[in-house]
């Protein structure tokens, strides 16, 4: 958390951090960490004849190489990633035709936490969300979802932990205005493993990933991974998400931030 002369933000995201197994196999980041004493050698075959005595302490640069996924750490999903077509056919967008007015905006938050693992939010959640904290949607307002999965990131149950959105509920969302809606869970959608529980027993396709699939009658951005929920208000903040601009990619990261007054 930071201060500016009349402002607090509340930093809202997780870091990129090699190791942890809060992803499948496969998409959790890597990094190498090339430290002063490297620089300097690198730094001799940008300037010849340089020695080590020649620089501060025998010390150069420190340099890091990541290895990741546009999904890894806290990050912005463009509609592109849910289906190539969005509003009823059209071209879906992709990370860096996300109009930046999207990505700024009055902050809603929805505390969630109390439901069970796997809970498939309905319109109804919302409302009654609403109703709690005596607010309506306004268009552009940015949607965050608390659950329970806060608190587990950086463990491997974080995969399994929360509740997610369903297509009604994203349907719904939408309906009022909001382009943007974020999540401290690994997924907008309940957690897979859940869905893959369910879909063993029913064999319904209509559960398959279906908040996501909801951006192709309509498209959406939503953020996956946030962090720090419980440390901002319901209402009353400004929230910041704007993605790193990736060509034609289907998400981007984010540094999200909420931006309070006081």
């Known amino acids: 958390m930071s201060k500016g002369s009349n402002r607090k933000f ?5 870091a990129i951090e090699p190791g942890l197994p809060s992803d499948p196999p496969g998409m959790i980041p890597q990094v190498e960490y090339l430290g002063h004493k490297q620089g300097a050698e690198a730094m001799k075959l940008f300037f010849p004849g340089l020695k080590s005595e020649d620089l501060p ?6 340099v890091e190489n990541v290895k990741l996924s546009t999904h890894s750490g806290t990050h912005l999903d463009a509609p592109f990633h849910y ?12 990370i ?20 069970p693992d796997g809970y498939k939010l309905m319109p109804e959640d919302f409302s009654e969300a609403l109703k709690k904290i005596g607010r309506r949607l306004r268009p552009g307002e940015i949607v965050l979802v608390q659950t329970s999965a806060g608190p587990y990131w950086g463990k491997p149950e974080y995969l399994v932990k929360g509740c997610g959105a369903g297509k009604a ?10 382009r943007v809606v974020g999540t401290d869970a690994w997924s907008w959608d309940r957690p897979l493993p859940k869905i893959a529980e369910e879909f063993s027993r ?6 398959i990933w279906e908040g996501h699939f909801a951006g192709i009658a309509k498209g959406y951005c939503h953020l996956e991974k946030l962090a720090n929920l419980d440390r901002v208000p319901a209402d009353g903040f ?25």
């Open 202 to 207: 029913s064999h319904d396709p209509e559960i």
């Open 57 to 62: 302490g025998g010390l150069g640069w420190a």
């Open 83 to 94: 289906h190539p077509r969005m509003d009823k056919g059209k071209p879906a967008l992709t």
């Open 169 to 178: 509920a994203t349907l719904w969302l939408l309906e009022q205005g909001i």
């Open 10 to 14: 509340v930093d809202l995201s997780i």
């Open 238 to 262: 400004t929230f910041i998400c704007f993605p790193v601009k990736i060509k034609d990619a289907s998400a981007g990261w984010v540094r999200a931030v909420a931006m309070l007054e006081e």
């Open 96 to 115: 860096d035709q996300i109009p930046l007015e999207w990505c700024y905006g009055p902050g809603v938050k929805l505390d969630f936490s109390d439901r």
